[in-house]
């Protein structure tokens, strides 16, 4: 099992014992972000590996979205670093200062990165398979063709090939969701951002997209999710980061932070979202049901 530290004032941080050395695909470091005279991130720091599920937990208002956002370069951060495969998002080096990057280069960045967000955001007068071919063809200059037969595909990954044809408003919440996953997946990202993408949905749809984005994480996607989720994140994430007051404060695997969590505010969290044994049996180590 891997050690398993708690840092006062920061993460506990994972280290499997002679583990190689690897470049991760996501680095945040001492990131710090205010909103007016509010401190909404407070030195963050944060590895996302190649194929690894990270699910990023926490109270409202603790950071967790503007951390996400931050990372897909949707909001300006103040101080610290985000990398995306090894190239600083969002500033560039000028004269010896930091000077914010052109939109230009923020794209050229940011090319690999997909999000999914709690609202659909569909094109409301595209069939489901018109929205998945928009960005294909103005963005990758893709053909209507290549544009279509690619989009085809993205929609049977999700499973709604059989809905192609069909527009937003006769589309479900959950169908909705899962035709922005294909939306996102076209463009061929190599990470994945998912921002709390069931909390606007009925729980009877919720189900459907937490599935397609477990075939994600079966199929080796890098995947970055803010989540209330807390069955989805004990059983897909590699990772699970609880974020308290802008500042991780506790990091690990599922087993260490929903079953062995000893910091006193992690604990006062997951007692008010479930009861730990319906996830984990005290000296059992098998995923739940």
Known sequence: MNAFTEIPGGAAATAPAGAPTRQPLIEVRQLGKRFGDIEVLRG???DVNKSEVVCIIGPSGSGKSTLLRCIAALETYDRGDVLVEGELLGYTERNGRRVRASQGEINRVRRNVGMVFQQFNLWPHMS?????MEALQRVRGMSADEARQRGMKMLETVGLAHRADAYPAKLSGGQQQRVAIARALAMEPHIMLFDEPTSALDPELVGEVLQVMKQLARDGMTMVV????MGFAAQVADKVVFIDQGRIAVQGSPQQVFHDASQPRLRQFLQNYFDRNAFWTRN???EPA
């Open 226 to 229: 803010v989540t209330h989720e």
């Open 44 to 46: 963050v720091d944060l």
């Open 284 to 286: 059992n180590d098998t």
């Open 128 to 132: 489901a398979l018109g929205n998945v």
